[in-house]
């Protein structure tokens, strides 16, 4: 089986672009678990570009399935985060000047201060996530964080073409291997889309992809329900093919 979280910060951006009361974040999200979503992801940026705290707040009383907060290594986010209670975090990197998350987490340079962050959820029973790079190092640092999953970055993957898109699904299909062998829960995500999505999806160790971009684009044209079917179709047939091989 393999979940799919929507990541719906993009809903929140077209709000944001005209500082206009919609559309509503909140409300997609009946739309989405309907279609059968497994999960809604939003990332509480320290500029708050896209979701606000009063979304996040809101989104914890309105999810049937699952809220996965994405958030950086910000003070003042943890304890929001640990006030709100979702389901899960991601710890992401981030840097005021992005388009959006561009790189892994450095686990390996911050790992005393991730493992406290770590713990800090686990004591208010938050499961918690590192968004890494598919590396063997920052995946071996992550499991000494005791955190429960690692999401590993798809981007760089889902940028490229020909022989170094090949690369960096080895590189997916490498990490993703050593993440579940030392016993992490393994998620992907970033940049995947209706083209890209498949081949990620035969990947067996993985539990969850994290999608959202691509989803909110395609419901422009399709609506919401329409755009969550379509990619857990592909999600389906993927892991139905490699069942039968
Ligand atoms: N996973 C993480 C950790 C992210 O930061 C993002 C982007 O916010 C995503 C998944 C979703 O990426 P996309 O919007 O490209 O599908």
Redesign the pocket.
Known sequence: MLFLGV?I?HVATLRQVRLATYPDPVAIVPLIEKAGAHGI?V?LREDRRHIQDQDVRRLRECITTRLNL?LALNEEIIRIALEVKPDEV?L?PERRSEL??EGGLDVVSQKEMISRVVTRFHEKGIKTSL?IDPDISQIEAAMQTHTDMV?LHTGQYAESTGSIREKEYRRLCEGAKLAASLGLQVNA????NYENTEKIAHIPELHTL?????IVARALFVGMEAAVREMLAIMQKARNKGENL
């Open positions: 990541n910060d992801t990332h994405e991601c992401v959006t998350t968004f999401e995500g970033h940049g995947l994290n999608i959202g971009h691509a």
